[in-house]
């Protein structure tokens, strides 16, 4: 039967409605709609999340207040006040420590397996970054409070290890290995023949990666960075526990803090829906969704520069 | 454990009810009785208990708030609602305009206890000194503000422990220590009484503070006094039930009207010494002094 149908299809029936025709266009309709919905989730998760904080926006909202104050007492009995600076402050500092400790680490592991591993070391290298990118991150959350916790206490005597210091070593850890990934492509798509040309000129290896290598993938390994710091901006859980919650502007890494993220899991549970707290923590999230969009924004036109060059 | 509870009840609820029908005509009275979570292991171990004493009586007893409690009030759906914090003016009218007539009783007691680490030398603390501790403003920073140093902390500063900023315990705590006041900033804001306990337990810089249920033998017990130099009292069953201790919050239950018929005899039945001795085993104070052996 299909055989049939196969030889009696000439070159000029190919536009013929016929089965195949319906089933090419189905197909193209179901991958198109699958092409698109990330950007309609997209859409469709801001639309919600501003909505949802809309109401604090035009009302208690005040533009000073929510940026440039670290009084967030959003039950207070005497005036509820909603300034985010010091949750800022305390996602900033954790997501800065966090870049300390896993640019290092990202850029030699992916130097290391881009450049020197060979064969099987390789292979098995790429695999165990991939592998350490799969921990659940309440179980990164659950390293800082039972291991990193008393560890710190002891090492620097302080009285609580809950604190910049651990949150920013776990989130390091946490987005290494996507850095780790992304620092590779870049370094892999930096072409052969500049090693060659270098190695050729009488340069050492190390030469040969900090002269020529690094700079031409300069784009991607920034681009990297950036993807890493999208990471720390929106990871919760961990931070959550490792941090110590406190609403405070950090002066050292032993202080703790509290995080836009860790904020708003804390708290949304037990709070009256449409209430201006509620609709506050909504606009956290709106907030949260703006950073990391123009960060994830910058590093994709970042990545993209050196692809042309 | 709550579950489990809650399916003794039904248990307990379907074999009545049969008895009853065996029993030939018997009236089958049912309380309907909702609210406060603090609350509700101990409405539950009433109505299981209650069981014992009049079998043509069930309690249905299900949790969700002291909100939701006193809202089935307002809407006349419970016989019993149960509150670990006072129906509010605006609540009470609404339901004095729906036609419904709230009358207050107070079940028991629920201690706040101020936690210190065990190597604190600190004994007693007043209610002014904490809020120079947790309340804006406060200018208690060191454990030397306080005239102690507590051993293994190495510069003295307090770690200020408190709760999530809708949690009932931090309100009450902030409504009875503070006043009309707020918080202060940078307080490490846990979430549950036991993640307090767990802290100041290992930190000997912290205080913190929780309900009297949730005390370890690792732990001290500030002894609370009104006033700073003055008569202190330790945070205990008794001291909470008495009212001596400062930082108690009393549990009520409401009903529609002074109470009467079969919800009366339960009441009563809650308020005699059988009924307060089962809140006592609960870990909250009783109403009033008993002596359950």
């Given at each position: 039967?299909?055989?049939?149908?196969?030889?009696?299809?000439?070159?000029?029936?190919?536009?013929?409605?016929?089965?195949?025709?319906?089933?090419?266009?189905?197909?193209?309709?179901?991958?198109?709609i699958?092409?698109?919905?990330?950007?309609?989730?997209?859409?469709?998760?801001?639309?919600?999340?501003?909505?949802?904080?809309?109401?604090?926006?035009?009302?208690d909202?005040?533009?000073?207040?929510?940026?440039?104050s670290?009084?967030?007492?959003?039950?207070?009995?005497?005036r509820?006040?909603?300034?985010?600076?010091?949750?800022?402050?305390?996602?900033?500092?954790?997501?800065?420590?966090?870049?300390?400790?896993a640019?290092?680490?990202?850029?030699?592991?992916?130097?290391?397996i881009?450049?020197?591993?060979?064969g099987?070391?390789?292979?098995?290298?790429?695999?165990?970054?991939?592998?350490?990118?799969?921990?659940?991150?309440?179980?990164?959350?659950?390293?800082g409070?039972?291991i990193?916790?008393?560890?710190i206490?002891?090492?620097?005597?302080?009285?609580?290890?809950?604190?910049?210091?651990?949150?920013?070593i776990?989130?390091?850890?946490?987005?290494?290995?996507?850095?780790?990934?992304?620092?590779?492509?870049?370094l892999?798509?930096?072409?052969?023949?500049?090693r060659?040309?270098?190695?050729?000129?009488?340069a050492?290896?190390?030469?040969v990666i900090?002269?020529?290598?690094?700079?031409?993938?300069?784009?991607?390994?920034?681009?990297a960075?950036?993807?890493?710091?999208?990471?720390?901006?929106?990871?919760?859980?961990?931070?959550?526990?490792?941090?110590?919650?406190?609403?405070?502007?950090?002066?050292?890494?032993?202080?703790?803090?509290?995080?836009?993220?860790?904020?708003?899991?804390?708290?949304?549970?037990?709070t009256a829906?449409?209430?201006?707290?509620?609709?506050?923590?909504f606009?956290?999230?709106n907030?949260?969704?703006?950073?990391?969009?123009?960060i994830?924004?910058?590093?994709?036109l970042?990545?993209?520069?050196?692809?042309?060059? | 454990?709550?579950?489990?509870?809650?399916l003794?009840?039904a248990?307990a609820?379907?074999?009545?009810?049969?008895?009853?029908?065996?029993?030939?005509?018997q009236?089958?009275?049912?309380?309907?009785?909702?609210?406060?979570?603090?609350?509700?292991?101990?409405?539950q171990?009433?109505a299981e208990a209650?069981?014992?004493?009049?079998?043509?009586?069930?309690?249905?007893?299900?949790?969700?708030?002291?909100?939701?409690?006193?809202?089935?009030?307002?809407?006349?759906?419970?016989?019993i609602?149960?509150?670990s914090?006072?129906?509010?003016?605006k609540?009470?009218k609404?339901?004095?305009?729906g036609?419904?007539?709230?009358?207050?009783?107070?079940?028991?007691?629920?201690a706040?206890a101020?936690?210190?680490?065990?190597?604190?030398?600190?004994?007693?603390?007043?209610?002014?000194?904490?809020?120079?501790?947790?309340?804006?403003?406060?200018?208690?920073?060191?454990?030397?503000?306080?005239?102690?140093e507590?051993p293994?902390?190495?510069?003295?500063?307090?770690?200020v422990?408190?709760?999530?900023?809708?949690?009932g315990?931090?309100?009450?705590?902030?409504?009875?220590?503070?006043?009309?006041?707020?918080?202060?900033?940078?307080?490490?804001d846990?979430?549950?009484?036991?993640?307090?306990v767990?802290?100041?337990?290992?930190?000997?810089?912290?205080?913190?503070?929780s309900?009297?249920?949730?005390?370890?033998?690792?732990?001290?017990?500030?002894?609370?006094?009104?006033?700073?130099?003055?008569?202190?009292?330790?945070?205990?069953?008794?001291?909470?039930?008495?009212?001596?201790?400062?930082?108690?919050?009393?549990?009520f239950?409401?009903?529609n009207?002074?109470?009467?018929g079969?919800?009366?005899?339960y009441?009563?039945?809650?308020?005699?010494?059988?009924?307060?001795?089962?809140?006592?085993?609960?870990?909250?104070?009783?109403?009033?002094?008993?002596?359950?052996g």
């Open positions: 039967m299909k055989k049939q149908t196969l030889a009696a299809t000439k070159v000029s029936d190919f536009d013929r409605l016929n089965r195949d025709w319906y089933i090419d266009k189905t197909v193209q309709a179901l991958v198109f699958g092409g698109i919905s990330a950007i309609i989730f997209i859409i469709g998760i801001f639309v919600f999340i501003t909505k949802e904080g809309f109401g604090f926006l035009v009302g909202f005040s533009f000073k207040e929510f940026f440039f670290p009084n967030w007492r959003p039950t207070s009995e005497n509820a006040t909603y300034g985010i600076l010091a949750l800022v402050a305390g996602t900033a500092s954790v997501t800065g420590l966090a870049m300390l400790v640019i290092p680490f990202s850029l030699g592991t992916a130097i290391f881009a450049e020197f591993a060979t099987k070391t390789r292979e098995f290298l790429k695999i165990t970054v991939e592998l350490l990118a799969a921990i659940p991150s309440v179980v990164w959350g659950f390293i409070l039972a990193m916790n008393p560890l206490i002891d090492i620097f005597d302080v009285p609580v290890g809950l604190n910049v210091l651990n949150a920013g776990i989130l390091g850890l946490m987005a290494a290995p996507i850095m780790t990934s992304i620092a590779e492509d870049a892999k798509a930096v072409p052969d023949r500049y060659e040309a270098a190695e050729a000129m009488g050492t290896r190390w030469q900090y002269k020529v290598v690094l700079p031409a993938a300069k784009n991607g390994l920034l681009g960075v950036l993807l890493g710091v999208g990471r720390g901006f929106g990871e919760t859980m961990a931070v959550l526990m490792a941090t110590g919650h406190a609403i405070n502007i950090p002066t050292s890494v032993f202080d703790s803090v509290r995080a836009l993220t860790a904020t708003i899991a804390a708290e949304l549970g037990e829906v449409g209430s201006p707290h509620y609709q506050a923590l606009t956290i999230g907030s949260l969704f703006i950073i990391t969009f123009i994830n924004l910058i590093a994709d970042v990545v993209r520069g050196v692809r042309k060059g | 454990m709550l579950k489990r509870n809650a003794l009840v248990v609820t379907m074999v009545s009810a049969l008895l009853a029908a065996c029993g030939g005509g009236d089958r009275q049912v309380i309907q009785n909702k609210g406060s979570d603090t609350l509700v292991n101990v409405a171990a009433w209650y069981q014992t004493v009049d079998s043509a009586t069930v309690v249905a007893v299900s949790g969700g708030g002291s909100g939701t409690g006193i809202a089935a009030l307002i809407n006349g759906t419970v016989d609602a149960n509150a914090r006072a129906m509010k003016d609540e009470i609404l339901a004095k305009d036609g419904h007539n709230p009358i207050q009783h107070i079940v028991g007691y629920d706040l101020v936690y210190l680490h065990e190597d604190n030398p600190l004994n007693t603390i007043s209610i002014e000194q904490l809020a120079e501790i947790y309340g804006d403003g406060g200018t208690y920073a060191k454990w030397t503000d306080l005239g102690v507590v293994g902390c190495k510069d003295q500063t307090m770690v422990v408190s709760r999530q900023n809708n949690s315990t931090y309100a009450y705590f902030r409504q009875t220590v503070l006043g009309k006041g707020d918080f202060r900033l940078g307080t490490r846990m979430h549950g009484s036991k993640d307090v767990d802290l100041v337990e290992n930190t000997p810089c912290a205080i913190g503070y309900g009297l249920a949730y005390a370890t033998e690792h732990l001290k017990l500030a002894c609370i006094s009104a006033e700073t130099g003055g008569a202190c009292v330790d945070p205990s069953v008794a001291t909470a039930s008495d009212g001596s201790y400062p930082i108690a919050r009393p549990l239950m409401y009903t009207g002074e109470p009467t079969y919800v009366g005899k009441l009563d039945w809650i308020k005699s010494e059988t009924g307060q001795c089962i809140i006592s085993e609960k870990g909250y104070a009783p109403a009033v002094p008993v002596n359950c």
